[in-house]
C-alpha cells in the first residue's frame, strides 16, 4: 500500500528544474503552500494536488511510483493502492502505466463511508458498480447508484462519493485523460 508524501513533489518539481515561484505560478497556488506540502506539514486536497500534477505534467501515481516502464498486466497482488489525504476512499490502479490515455481504478467506499473532500479535474469519468450502493454527488445533485448502475460525467463538476449502505461499496471507474 502506498501512501502519499511531499517529498516526491519536491523531488520531481527539482528533476524538472522548477523552482517553488515557478510551480506556485504555474499551479494557482502560493509557494508557502506548496513548501509546506513538500515538508509533509499540509495534507493537501486532492483538488489541489491535481493542480501540481498538472503543473508539473505528471498523473498522481508519478508521486507515488519510480517506474518510468509500464508493464502490460497489473497482477491482483501488484496493484497501487493509495489513500488520499483527508479521504477515506481506497483507491486502487487498475491499468499499468501511468502515460496512457486512459486509466482504470477500483474504487472501495466502506459502509456508512462519505467522502466529504469534493474532487474536480479536467477529463471525463465513467463508473460501474460491481457491489453495494453508492452516491454521486454531483454538484447540488445526488445519484444514488446500486450494484449493476453505472454513470458518466465531465470531471470537472465537482464531484464526491457516499457509501450510506451497510456494506462495502466497490466500483470500477474510467478516466481520461489519467489523473491519478
Known amino acids: 500500500m502506498m501512501m502519499f508524501s511531499g517529498t516526491r513533489i519536491r523531488e520531481l518539481r527539482k528533476r524538472k528544474k522548477m523552482s517553488l515561484t515557478e510551480l506556485a505560478q504555474k499551479s494557482g497556488l502560493s509557494a508557502a503552500t506548496i513548501s509546506q ?20 505534467d505528471i498523473t498522481l501515481v508519478s508521486l507515488i511510483s519510480n517506474n518510468g516502464t509500464p508493464e502490460r498486466v497489473v497482477r491482483r497482488n501488484d496493484r497501487k493502492t493509495m489513500f488520499l489525504p483527508n479521504s477515506k476512499v481506497k483507491y486502487q490502479l487498475l491499468t499499468p502505466g501511468v502515460k496512457d490515455n486512459l486509466e482504470m481504478l477500483l474504487i472501495e467506499l466502506e459502509p456508512k ?5 469534493v474532487i474536480t479535474h479536467t477529463g471525463e469519468e465513467c463508473g460501474f458498480v460491481l457491489r453495494g450502493k453508492m452516491v454521486v454527488v454531483l454538484d447540488d445533485e ?3 447508484l446500486e450494484e449493476g448502475d453505472s454513470i458518466y460525467f465531465d470531471s470537472s463538476i465537482p464531484h464526491r462519493f457516499i457509501n450510506r449502505g451497510e456494506e462495502k461499496c466497490v466500483s470500477i471507474w474510467a478516466m481520461t485523460p489519467p489523473t491519478f
Open 142 to 144: 445526488e445519484y444514488e
Open 113 to 117: 463511508q462519505e467522502d466529504r473532500q
Open 37 to 56: 506540502i513538500e515538508r509533509d506539514n499540509v495534507d493537501p486536497t486532492l483538488t489541489t494536488l491535481y493542480k501540481i500534477c498538472k503543473a508539473l
